[in-house]
């Protein structure tokens, strides 16, 4: 077996006006639906346990987009998602669940991967000593990268890479918004456009290599 090793894209950007939305997030999360699940107890999905422990969370929930938090979250979130997905080459794209997860002392969400084909992670809530996602490098696992992001900011990353959420082992909090996505329709405009840009260079190139 060989591994063709391609550049897969993980990309790292910040939602506008996200002191508001995570301010008005953070007062949803307080009052909405959610399960607990205790230390050592496990999460639960389609009977298989895995060892993770949250405080609160609404992955029950994930393909119901009626809940009040995400009507309010997605307009913003698809705008910038919108931005994301033109600059990886595609016109759109679909979601395939989203759900929020609340984390405080001990808590985690060990190695793991996601359905579709790209993952996403906005920070609602990332105190001083809250963990960071760490992902494994998938041409080597050895390899691990912490990925510096903060409130506000929006993580989105190829879904088979394996990720984690350490244990948060000071007494603190951390929230975050998980959602699947699935990149839609390649762009044929945006290749176009590309294109032509680069014909017209190539042209303004040549006329200067004559002066």
């Known amino acids: 077996m060989k591994k063709i090793k391609f550049s897969c894209p993980v990309i790292l950007s910040n939602i506008k006006n996200h002191e508001y939305l995570n301010e008005k997030l953070l007062k949803y999360f307080s009052t909405c639906e959610g399960e607990s699940v205790g230390g050592g107890n496990g999460y639960k999905i389609k009977g298989d ?8 969370l609404d992955f029950h929930l994930c393909n119901d987009y009626e809940r009040p938090w995400v009507k309010f979250f997605l307009p913003h979130l698809k ?7 033109n600059s990886l080459w595609y016109d759109n794209f679909s979601f395939k669940g989203i759900w929020f997860q609340q984390y405080e002392h001990y808590d985690t969400h060990g190695w793991h991967i996601h359905a579709n084909n790209y993952t996403g992670v906005y920070y609602v809530d990332m ?21 510096n992001v903060k409130s506000g900011s929006l993580l989105i990353f190829p879904s088979f890479f394996i990720h984690r959420s350490p244990p948060l082992l000071k007494k603190t909090e951390k929230t975050i918004v998980s959602f699947n996505l699935n990149l839609t329709k390649p762009s044929n405009d945006l290749f176009e456009k590309k294109r032509i840009s680069y014909n017209i260079l190539n042209k303004i190139k040549k006329i200067w290599k004559k002066l």
């Open 49 to 56: 346990t895995f060892p993770d422990s949250f405080k609160k």
């Open 79 to 85: 705008k910038e998602l919108k931005e994301i997905a």
């Open 127 to 147: 105190g001083k000593d809250s963990p960071k996602t760490e992902i494994i490098d998938p041409y080597n696992n050895k390899n691990i990268t912490v990925i």
